[in-house]
């Protein structure tokens, strides 16, 4: 069955920097996207940028582009959110999920169906 788990959270200053790993289990990981979600206290779950883990594709939220940055290990079936100049507003429970077939693209991404468990970052100001 398919698994996930997010680690990599943590407590973090502003402007600082955090990365994120979500290792994958139980599906074909190079035929899948991988997405991070993410949500904060009384707001909707939003996604912020997931790959395509067989041809590379990547799609971010606009508000996190060029500060975060994913990336896929495919021999470790691990993608990896690199978070840098985190700002407060970055405060949030992060998800990362996967499924195939799959949109990923610069102009967006398509739900995802398997999820794991979240992993808090929190940006103090």
């Known amino acids: 069955d398919v698994q996930l788990q997010a680690s990599g959270g943590g407590l973090v200053q502003a402007g600082g920097s955090l990365r994120l790993s979500c290792a994958a289990s139980?599906?074909?990981?190079?035929?899948?996207?991988i997405g991070w979600f993410r949500q904060a206290p009384g707001k909707e779950r939003e996604g912020v940028a997931c790959?395509?883990?067989?041809?590379?594709?990547?799609y971010y939220l606009p508000s996190v582009k060029g500060r975060f940055t994913i990336s896929s290990d495919n021999a470790k079936n691990t993608v990896y959110l690199q978070m840098n100049s985190v700002k407060p507003e970055d405060t949030a429970v992060y998800y990362c999920?996967?499924?195939?077939?799959?949109?990923?693209?610069?102009?967006?991404?398509?739900?995802?169906?398997?999820w794991g468990k979240g992993t808090q970052v929190t940006v103090s100001s």
């Open positions: 999920a996967a499924d195939a077939p799959y949109y990923c693209t610069e102009y967006g991404m398509s739900p995802l169906e398997y």
């Open positions: 139980g599906f074909p990981f190079d035929a899948y996207a």
């Open positions: 790959i395509g883990a067989s041809d590379g594709s990547t």
